[in-house]
Every structure is written in C-alpha cells, then in structure tokens.
C-alpha cells in the first residue's frame, strides 16, 4: 500500500526484481534508469441515431500496459540476452513477473510497487562504444511488454 506524505519521494533509490534475474526476490544488478511506466485505456464513443443530444456517450474500451525499458551498467551476465534468445526461439517459458519498488529515503521498504505482470522481452539494446569517451560507462537495455501493470 502506497504512504502518503506530504513531500514526494526521490526518484533515486528503487530495485527491480524479477524471476529472470537471478530468481524471485534476487536482485541481480542495479539499474540506471526505469522508463515507460504507464497504463491506457482507450476511450470507444458511441452515438445512437435516434439520440436526443448532439454528441457521442464516450465509453471505457479496452486497456494495455507500456512498454518500460530497463537500463543498466554491462555487468558480464548474460541474463537479458538469454531471455530474448528465449522469446525469440519461442519457448513458452518466457513470460515473467517483474516487481519495481520505490524505497523510502532511508531504504528500510518499498512505499510504492509496481508490478508487471506477464512479461516478456520485446528488444535488447547493448552499449555504444565509442574510443574518446574514456569515462564512459557500457551500458545495455532491455525493453519489456506486459499484459499489465498494477500498484500497490
């Protein structure tokens, strides 16, 4: 359940947990950033011919989850890649429940999770390497479908 303050949180500290990485509760490596947290429900608008008003009715239609997109620094594991050589094959087993926490300042627990449910890799980005930026770090994405997300 999400605690309601009234100062917002940092967007900083978070973890990210999933059944691919390392197993159920394991968080495997941290991530840079976490982008495309969303829901949608589209909007379906009806208007009856015999309708006394001159307007459509609008009616909820159909929802969907966006695409998020994990980033994180090139740790040599190979777990991203496997999962969309796994999707790409097709096996059946490719489907994961992903968990994004919010942590308090003090990161003693979540205050907000979200919950992605039945997903599944839809692209792999590895790093850009490029030979003048010295400082730079690798870094590698994997964007995510899901059927759902939900907040608790």
């Not at 449910?117 to 790093?127: D, F, I, L, W």
Request: glycine share 10%.
């Amino acid at each position: 359940m999400a605690i309601e303050r009234p100062n917002p949180y940092g967007a900083f500290n978070y973890r990210v947990t999933a059944e691919r990485f390392g197993g159920s509760g394991t968080v495997r490596a941290g991530f840079q950033e976490i982008s495309g947290l969303s829901i949608e429900v589209t909007i379906a608008e009806y208007r009856n011919g015999n309708e006394k008003q001159n307007h459509t009715r609008k009616m909820n239609g159909m929802s969907k989850a966006g695409d998020v997109t994990l980033t994180r620094g090139l740790i040599g594991a190979d777990d991203f890649f496997k999962w969309i050589k796994d999707t790409r094959d097709g096996l059946q087993t490719v489907n994961s429940t992903v968990t994004i926490e919010l942590l308090d300042e003090a990161r003693v627990g979540p205050v907000m999770t979200w919950i992605l449910t039945n997903a599944r890799p839809m692209k792999y980005e590895g790093p850009s390497f490029n030979a003048k930026g010295g400082t730079d770090v690798a870094l590698e994405k994997l964007t995510l479908s899901c059927e759902r997300v939900d907040i608790k």
